[in-house]
């Protein structure tokens, strides 16, 4: 099957410091890639949808100026977290969307930590 | 706009018993279906879809889903589970037209354990 990179795995950075989170696609190209973030003992949120030479959507209530995404090419999208706080913390998740399957192929995830 | 209610938040059952996990959805347009697995600290696994055709799908591992589009459900069974099918189960619906790129709804998870 497919299979989404996620690097790096997990970071811990201090608050006001900004840590950038890859997204790939290893073996398929992706147009459109999603990211999630998922707090303990939850479901996912959608944080934006990514989609390849195009500005990101984001969801309702997600600051595009903090979280910052480029999907430069069909198998790299990036999400920076601009000037984090400890509330940011958190599980991210990204997945990209193949036009063969109709699925989402989901990375695996980079927990943040934030002092 | 979808919504996806998984009304179990947690279901515990004994090794080899059956078990069902719930799944309703709403949604105005023709949906895709379906159901993810994800083990502790470990992105989503699918678990098995359905876009169209049988609407009984199964997975390589023991799990099925039947697509009820009167009852707008989409319940997930295994006869007989094991230990390490424990996890959190997902269901997500998307449109089936492409609408919104495809973006996935999801509930809000289910546990499952199963017990020695």
């Known amino acids: 099957g497919a299979v989404v990179s996620q690097h790096p795995s997990w970071v811990i950075c201090k608050s006001g410091t900004s840590v950038k989170i890859e997204c790939r696609s290893l073996?398929?190209?992706?147009?459109?890639m999603f990211w999630y973030r998922q707090f303990p003992k939850q479901s996912l949120m959608l944080m934006a949808t990514?989609?390849?030479?195009?500005?990101?959507?984001?969801e309702q209530g997600v600051e595009k100026d903090k979280f910052l995404i480029n999907h430069a090419s069909l198998t790299l999208s990036t999400l920076t977290v601009t000037s984090a706080h400890p509330e940011d913390s958190s599980f991210y998740i990204c997945s990209a969307h193949s036009g063969y399957t109709y699925e989402q192929y989901f990375g695996p995830g980079t927990r943040l930590t934030v002092t | 706009a979808q919504s996806v209610t998984q009304l179990d938040s947690q279901v515990p059952v004994f090794e080899e018993a059956p078990v069902e996990l719930r799944c309703n959805y709403s949604s105005s347009v023709s949906v895709y279906l379906f159901w993810y697995v994800q083990y502790p600290n470990q992105g989503l696994q699918l678990l098995l879809k359905y876009l169209s055709g049988s609407t009984l799908v199964e997975s390589i591992n023991g799990f099925e889903a039947e697509f009820n589009k009167s009852q707008t459900s989409f319940h997930l069974r295994k006869p007989s589970v094991h230990i390490s099918d424990t996890a959190e189960y997902f269901c997500a619906v998307s449109e089936a037209s492409g609408g919104s790129n495809y973006k996935l709804t999801f509930g809000k998870g289910t546990l499952l354990t199963v017990n020695p």
């Open positions: 073996d398929f190209q992706a147009t459109t």
């Open positions: 990514s989609n390849e030479g195009s500005k990101a959507t984001y």
